[in-house]
């Protein structure tokens, strides 16, 4: 039977920190690789790694550290930040990702996953919204544009049509507050979207997640849960399956 | 320069993580399409991601295809195909019209069926030994693997050495003789992934 995933979103800023030696050969310092070291070594389902700022300082990508994350995962990483165009996807999954994750570059250029699904297949582009409710209207949200007047379910559906192979479904007002996930949201996009939905923003408690598997999620995101909570991948999973929701154990 | 296993580079997919996932169990090994590199090497590794009409093309553009069929079917070299790699043996695919692969396998590679599960079939998914293969020793049955795949292989041989159920009972591993096949992505599936490919190395 088919589990369901817990997915560690990490989370950087300007491809954090680098030295160079004379100026060339720039290594990567700090925390992103024993970060996916750690998940590495406790057997995660999947991992996802988006820089946050990339599209909106045009940083280029950091391919050195795209490599050396790759090299320390054993299971599908996703990178996501900063990628504009199908050489950058080239870049990228030649350092050793999976898959990418498109969020600002599709928004303006919804065909940018069509021309990705043609080249290097569906199953590896992750198409990440960006959701923020004002005034109880859904609304896509950009973090170089701001609030966008797009609807983000037709967004995505738009990306299922384009061949998007699953969707990053992002609340910003859910996201970092550890009340759980916007269900209303999700529930929306599930019962519209065949393809797999990845709910992110909001988890605080076991009791979340299993909330979110009932309204339909395939995978969990999270990523407060793991820095600031005792919660573990592990621990979420056990809860899941102890109320029967499939999901992989540590074997 | 001879190497233990000659990962096939034909321009489809992910090579390198097969490649860091065989360095990582301490496996020499090289991505090439060089001929005599494929010919000195002792295994060969068949991995890829994409269409199967695009992989024909390339490996027959490469010279690819002679060259396979002559280190394995003739020579007998262990071989290992991985998802696009496994279907490829088929007699033919469905996938985008009908496209004839290298025959090695009397199958057909054919669509999923419809019904209320997304395809593709992306994610963990637990694999049904149904028959011993040197290539599951040391890992438990009902062990969950990494799959990515709208399409799956139908063999009319009795080859399959595991089943995966996903809204079908398919095959998912095959053996026969020194050829070896696996659906799921045994270099993204964490430990007993890795130990499969050991598994493969120390054959």
Known sequence: MLKHRIIPCVLLKNWQLVKSIQFTSYRTIGHPISTVRIYNSRNVDELIVLDIDASLNNEPLNVELISDMAQECFMPLTIGGGINSIEDVYTVLNAGADKVSINSQAIENPSFIHEIATIFGSQCVVCSIDVKKVAGEYKVFNKKKGLLEINPLLLAKEYEKQGAGEILLTSIDHEGTTLGYDIELLEMFTKALTIPIIINGGMGNLEHGIDAIRHGADALGAAYIFHFTQYTPKMIKQSLASVNIPVRMEQ | ?203
């Open chain 2, 1 to 203: 320069m001879f190497h233990t296993i000659a990962i096939v580079d034909y321009g489809m997919g992910n090579l390198r993580s097969v490649q860091k996932a065989f360095e990582k169990i301490g496996i020499d090994c090289i991505i090439t399409n060089n001929h005599d590199v494929i010919k000195n090497a002792l295994k060969i590794v068949l991995p890829g991601v994409g269409a199967f009409k695009d992989a024909m093309n390339n490996l027959a553009e490469l010279g690819l295809i002679d060259l396979l069929n002559q280190e394995v079917l003739v020579k007998k070299k262990h071989f290992l195909g991985i998802c696009l790699g496994m279907q490829l043996i088929a007699q033919k695919s469905y996938e985008f019209g009908e496209t004839t692969g290298l025959g090695w396998i009397d199958a057909e590679v054919v669509k999923f069926p419809q019904t209320n599960l997304k395809v593709p079939h992306v994610g963990w998914n637990n694999v049904h030994f149904i028959s011993q293969s040197k290539l599951f020793t040391n890992i438990p049955e009902d062990t969950d693997f990494y799959f990515v795949h709208s399409y799956y292989f139908q063999s009319q041989e009795n080859v399959t050495t595991a089943h995966c159920e996903y809204g079908i009972d398919f095959s998912c591993a095959i053996q026969k003789e020194n050829i070896f096949a696996v659906q799921f992505h045994p270099e993204k599936s964490q430990t007993y992934g890795l130990k499969l490919l050991k598994n493969f190395a120390n054959l």
